[in-house]
């Protein structure tokens, strides 16, 4: 669990936490940063920490609830509840888009209960479902259908069973697997986790799913949902997960050099007219290879990332973003000197970090700077577990092409087509999430937060906090 964590530390960096079960005992380990590097001399002691042989662990990127330290440890899964002999841990990947409503609900059940964020409501509601007296599917089927969002959920309770489930269209990544031996099952977000401990992959959860485990060591499956509509984070594919991780039997750094192939197709002018691809490390290197593909320029390794910074920008707070990045990435002058550069990059979110690369680029003297973008232009917040969750932060909600290179500082910003995009993923257009590049959300009540507050912010008014969060506290509800 420990390697399998740390291997997928890059899907959060605020705070890591594993929870063990041993003869029906919760035991946990939570602690803020990255899963730390263990001496051996510590090691025994993390074993005495956490009894027993199942578990589950987490790590956390906020896109609910508050950021300050104290905050973001509360915030930190695995969750634990309990109520009328009915006790549960829970550890979730995704975002919650109804919590006033679920909130109303858990705290007329648990008065006493303080929800920071949206993981406690999650583990809280499915506690309530449980200890109802239905059976583990239909408990499981009544928190699906009652919540709104994305959610990939694990969860072990105090009788020691296991199981897993995904929201009704998919959204985020799971994934099922087994030891060699056989006596080990495994969920888990991305394969990267299972290769590392040399598990193999057995199936990748349907959306409305739930997954069980025997005693003897097999899966069970139940669909829940009947005719379920996927939508799966098409923003997985650009920048999220692992290069090396595999969905749908293809490794992503594989559709990711095909986005560079693509992009060299789509623009044929600039990179018949450019002297090197460059990109920005590391999830621009694949679409560099696609591009050196197929447009048979040298792939020129002048931005070097430093090995030790280790943190990703997109999910650093606003403040730590700029002065990370700048310590992060290193420019090697004379290779760009007089050149027309072709910047390979997975996506334009706010446009900072993309400025200061196009800065140093600048004064290393490259005569010209052309942005090759294989996330599509993104127009509105991700309500799913992406913390871009403001039109206001969204330098693609009010400025287009032209206005952004000018803003960023580049000759041209050139963004992959959606239908590129789509093709290059080998997924149906229907089954992939594109809600921040096309504004279609896949659940209704995300579709209805974004519609209203669009209109608001483009009547001028400013956004102080993410949308699911306005629309809460603006209906008397605090967090
Ligand atoms: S809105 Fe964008 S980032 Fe969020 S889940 Fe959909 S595709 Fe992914």
């Given at each position: 669990?420990y ?43 993390w ?5 027993g ?16 330290d ?27 888009v ?6 109303q609900?858990?705290?007329k ?27 583990l ?33 998919g959204i ?11 006596k080990?099952?495994?969920f888990?977000s991305?394969?990267?986790s ?27 499956r ?6 379920p ?8 594919y ?20 095909e ?5 060299v197709?789509?623009?044929p ?7 090197i ?9 694949d ?7 197929a ?15 280790t ?9 730590e ?9 290193n420019?090697?002058g004379?290779k ?21 690369i196009?800065e ?13 973008v294989?996330?599509?232009?993104i ?5 799913y ?6 039109y ?25 087509s ?19 590049i ?8 995300a ?17 102080k ?15």
């Amino acid at each position: 669990m420990y390697w399998g964590l740390r291997a997928e530390n890059h899907r959060g960096h605020q705070s890591h936490g594993f929870l063990t079960y041993n003869e029906g005992k919760f035991y946990s380990y939570k602690n803020l940063d990255l899963v730390p590097k263990l001496k051996t001399s510590v090691i025994q002691e993390w074993f005495g920490r956490l009894p027993g042989n199942i578990g589950i662990a987490n790590v956390r990127y906020t896109t609910s609830g508050k950021c300050d330290d104290q905050s973001i440890i509360q915030g930190t899964q695995p969750m634990t509840a309990e109520a009328d002999g009915v006790k549960i841990a829970v550890s979730f990947n995704g975002n919650i888009v109804n919590t006033q409503q679920l909130l109303q609900e858990v705290t007329k059940e648990f008065p006493e209960i303080k929800c920071g964020c949206d993981s406690d409501l999650v583990c809280n509601k499915l506690l309530i479902e449980l200890k109802s007296g239905k059976t583990l599917p239909e408990a499981v089927k009544a928190t699906m259908l009652s919540l709104d969002g994305a959610f990939s959920v694990l969860c072990i309770m105090g009788n020691g069973e296991f199981f897993a489930f995904k929201d009704p269209h998919g959204i985020k990544p799971l994934c099922a697997g087994h030891s060699p031996d056989g006596k080990t099952l495994v969920f888990s977000s991305e394969t990267v986790s299972l290769d590392i401990n040399g598990f193999e992959r057995d199936f990748e959860l349907e959306p409305g799913e739930l997954v069980t485990t025997t005693k003897d060591g097999h899966f069970e499956r139940h669909q829940l949902i009947e005719k379920p509509q996927k939508a799966f984070c098409a923003f997985e594919y650009a920048y999220f997960a692992r290069p090396d991780s595999l969905f749908d039997g293809r490794y992503v750094y594989e559709i990711r050099e095909e986005f560079g192939r693509n992009l060299v197709k789509e623009y044929p002018e600039i990179s018949k007219n450019s002297d090197i691809v460059l990109s920005v490390p590391e999830t621009g290197d694949d679409p560099a290879m696609g591009v050196h593909e197929a447009s048979g320029l040298r792939w020129e390794r002048a931005s070097r990332r430093h090995r030790y910074v280790t943190e990703r920008a997109f999910i650093l707070l606003n403040n730590e973003r700029y002065s990370t990045i700048d310590r992060k990435v290193n420019i090697l002058g004379s290779k760009v000197d007089g050149k027309r550069v072709i910047v390979t990059e997975d996506s334009i979110v706010r446009g900072d970090t993309t400025k200061v690369i196009i800065e140093k680029l600048r004064k290393s003297g490259a005569e010209k700077v052309y942005m090759f973008v294989t996330f599509p232009r993104i127009i509105g917040p991700c309500f799913y577990g992406i913390d871009m969750s403001t039109y206001g932060q969204l330098i693609g909600s009010t400025h287009n092409e032209e206005e952004i290179a000018k803003i960023i500082g580049a000759d041209q910003v050139c963004y992959q087509s959606i239908e590129n995009l789509v093709k290059a993923t080998g997924c149906k257009k229907e089954d992939l999430c594109m809600a921040c590049i096309t504004g279609k959300y896949p659940t209704p009540l995300a579709q209805e937060f974004a519609d209203k507050m669009k209109t608001r912010f483009l009547a001028g008014y400013q956004e102080k906090t993410r949308i699911y969060e306005t629309v809460s506290e603006s209906q008397g509800v605090q967090w």
